[in-house]
């Protein structure tokens, strides 16, 4: 995924054609990428990016957004099965979920701050 974007720079940049409906996204390549959230989880989120950019259409910042509220609604479902089957270990997924909202608020206040492409393509030593 990653050497796709890299070759491919330009694709994320501004919103493109739609190529699937929001419905059919969300009953084929939600299930798909739920699934696969649920049984391997690494990864997800570039494959859900991935997928909002080249099927939906969508720029890069906006399809990490979506990226987000995807995987927040994979982890409350996978939070619902494992609280159904009492496998939850409060201690660390606590911890976890503290680590998370902070990343997230920074990475967004970058974001909105710099931009979409200062996170992407910034590079400090080069000046680029």
Request: hydrophobic share 50%.
């Amino acid at each position: 995924i990653g050497l796709y974007f890299l070759f491919t720079p330009k694709l994320g940049e501004s919103d493109r054609k739609q190529r699937i409906s929001y419905v059919v996204f969300a009953l084929c390549f939600g299930s798909l990428l739920g699934f696969y959230d649920g049984f391997f989880g690494p990864g997800t989120g570039s494959l859900m990016n991935l997928a909002c950019v080249t099927l939906l259409g969508f720029n890069l910042t906006k399809a990490t957004a979506h990226a987000k509220v995807m995987n927040l609604t994979s982890n409350l479902a996978s939070l619902i099965f494992f609280l159904i089957g009492g496998h939850v270990i409060w201690t660390v997924g606590l911890v976890m979920m503290a680590g998370s909202l902070i990343g997230a608020n920074l990475g967004a206040k970058m974001v909105m701050a710099k931009g979409g492409d200062y996170v992407i393509y910034h590079d400090d030593k080069n000046g680029v």
